[in-house]
Structures are given as C-alpha cells and as structure tokens.
C-alpha cells in the first residue's frame, strides 16, 4: 500500500493549513436555515451589458486561445484605466499581464520575486492566500500584527521593524479583507519613506480600489514618488463589477517583473479565458455607472451592519473600504472559533473567525455585508439574541 506522507510534498502536506474560512461555509452549507454573512462575493448579478458581451464573443465564436500576456484590446483598456483612475501608466506592450483572477497575480508574482530564505513581510489581519503562496515558493512569511487602534493600518514603524537584510517583499494588502482597512495618501507616503533606497519590492493587491467610502478614493502606493518601479499592482473584475466565477485578473508592473511573471503563467495556465477577456473589455470601457450603482448600495448596508454591531456591543471601527465590518467579540469571552461554531449551532448564523487570517485577527470576526438589508437585519437580531442569553 502507498504511504503517501511519503510520496506528498512536505511543504504542502505538513507547512500549508485548509482556509478557515472554508471550514464554515462547509458547516454552514450542511444546516438548514442559515444565515451567513460569510461569503465575500457580490450578491449583485453581473451587469447585463457585460454579459451580453460575452455571449457575443461566443457567438461569434472567438473561442481560440489568445496571447499569453491577454487581449491586446484589454490590455490597453487597463492601460487607460489605470491612468484615468490612479494617475498611472503602464505600456500595455509590456507592463499588462492579464491572469485567471486576481489570485493568479499574486501567485506569479510572489514566485517571479521570492526565492528560497527570501523573507515576505505579511501585514496580518489579511487574506488568506499570502503566508502559503510564500511558502510553497521557497519564502519565509514574516507577519506584522495590525492593530484596531491604528484602525488596522501598517505604520512606518510597524514595517521597518520587520525588515532585515533577507527582506525581499513587502505585501500591501489594501483596502483590505477581512478588516476594510485602508491606507491614505499620508499612509503611503510613510511607508515609501522606508522603502526608497532599498531593494525591496511590493506586491500591493488592489482588488478592492474601486470599493471605498466616506469619499475617500483609492490611492495606489504605486502613484508615490519612488514606488512604481518597484510595486507590482494587482487587481481584477471580480469584486469590481460582479464577476467572480468568470476568473479575471490582471498585473501591472515593471516590464522585467512583469516578463518573468508571464512566462510563469505561459507554462501554468497559457492564457485568461477568453469568453472572460471579452466581457471585461466591456466591462472597464462601459462599467463606470455600475460600480457606482453597487458602491452605493454597499455604502448604505456597511453603515446598517456596522451601526448594528456598535448597538449591540461587538464594537466595530468604520471600515472604509472592500465589504467586511470586522467586529470585536470581547464582551463574549469566547475566542473566535469558539465564538463563530456557538452561534453558528445556536442560532444559525455564519460568521468567519477573525484568526482565519492570521493570529491578530482573534478576538474580532469577519462579517461581509453583501446581503441584502432584510438578510443583515436578521443576522443582528439572532446575533443580539445570542449575546443576551451567554451573559
């Protein structure tokens, strides 16, 4: 008979742990009459016109592979995007490499930079992909604990005590999930200062930019003095515009990062789909009233959930960005998974421990607000219920 703890790369068999947040959408799925606020994935469906453009592509059958690097015509879209949005320009001859989703990006990224004992500086509550793409790419993860009064934002400070001469990669994950965290043009402006005249580069996953609020718009650390040259911006149409099961990404960066990317995703994938690279040149040419449209609605529930944690007493900072509040459960006394597997038996409602995305996230959960208001409402009162009847 195999032993296959023999036979399974070590590092993925015993260094690279199952998501946490799938463990309880597998719970949750199993019960009847729950009420999750875990998944974090638009409720909205993908714009008709975006559709309609991809079912032309089909019609018409443009069903052939295309270019490694994507559609050209998409990647000039990005190029203008880019610009009228961030101020920044990238040659869609060379700086544009369109992925399947935006987790292809950062995978690619992480192995075109990061050799083995290369250290990945992780700002951590993050998402959960960041620590195993590191390790499976021969890097060391080293976590920086984000803290709820610094509204989970990384400080200058925070940062250059985590840097040592092994630094390889600092990974800027912002607006952020879980936490809806997000960096100010100040923010960035400090954390350049201790980048500039180093060799250190950032992966910045900006899948979020188009998603924040309180009139703050998204500013790319990319768009900082001395940043460019060394930041690969990741980003995608899937929270943007509603389209999370067509895999869309897209990177742009230095020309040389950006080629060896390429010829990681040239062996692993070959190209993006193309049904999916149509309907995304519709998308970022004619989506602009869309994401207002859903932005707005986001805006009003953000405020629903989070005014309803504060009522309740799971205290919860204003996330200004993505779609997550990200409450304490102090005044429980449980821990986080203890907290989420309790409510979740009792009273049918699905949260997403806050330690599922790293060890600073204990004490907090994650809740996404892309349900509906009834939904929400429902979630907080079985939520209230839950917390008058432990104490």
Not at 343 to 354: F, M, N, Q
């Amino acid at each position: 008979m195999m032993d296959y703890s023999k036979i399974l790369n070590p590092t993925v068999l015993n260094d690279i742990k199952p998501s946490g947040i799938r463990k309880f959408f597998d719970i949750a799925a199993s019960m009847e009459g729950v009420i999750s606020l875990g998944v974090g994935e638009p409720d909205f469906p993908t714009p008709w016109h975006i559709r309609r453009a991809g079912i032309k592509s089909l019609e018409e059958s443009r069903t052939r592979y295309t270019s490694n690097s994507g559609l050209v015509e998409l990647r000039e879209e990005i190029s203008s995007f880019m610009k009228r949005k961030y101020s920044l320009e990238y040659s869609s001859k060379n700086e544009i490499l369109i992925t399947v989703g935006g987790s292809e990006g950062i995978d690619a990224a992480i192995r075109a930079l990061v050799g083995y004992g290369d250290e990945v500086i992780i700002p951590q509550p993050s998402f959960v992909c960041y620590e195993p793409i590191v390790r499976l790419a021969g890097g060391v993860p080293v976590t920086v604990q984000l803290k709820a009064e610094n509204e989970f934002r990384l400080t200058a400070k925070e940062l250059e005590a985590a840097i040592t001469d092994k630094t390889k990669l600092l990974v800027f994950p912002f607006p952020c999930n879980p936490t809806g965290a997000i960096m100010e043009e100040s923010d960035l402006e400090s954390i350049a200062s201790v980048l500039r005249g180093t060799d250190i580069c950032v992966l910045s996953d900006e899948i979020y930019s188009e998603l924040t609020y309180g009139g703050k718009r998204h500013v790319s650390i990319a768009s900082v003095d001395g940043m460019k040259e060394r930041t690969v911006v990741i980003n995608g149409f899937s929270k943007t515009y509603s389209m999370t099961g067509w895999r869309m990404g897209y990177a742009c960066g230095p020309a040389p990062i950006i080629e060896q990317m390429t010829k990681i995703h040239q062996f692993a994938i070959m190209s993006a789909p193309t049904t999916s690279q149509y309907a995304s040149i519709e998308a970022i040419r004619n989506g602009d009233a869309d994401i207002e449209n859903m932005l707005g609605e986001y805006d009003m529930r953000r405020r629903l959930m989070v005014g309803g944690f504060n009522r309740i007493g799971m205290t919860c900072f204003e996330p200004k960005g993505a779609f997550y509040a990200f409450p304490s459960i102090k005044v429980s006394g449980m821990d986080s998974e203890t907290f989420c597997e309790t409510l979740l038996r009792e009273k049918k409602v699905a949260l997403v421990p806050g330690n599922a995305f790293g060890a600073s996230g204990e004490g907090f959960v994650r809740a996404s607000y892309c349900y509906s208001t009834a939904h929400i409402r429902e979630a907080l009162s079985r939520i209230e219920e839950f917390l008058k009847e432990i104490k």
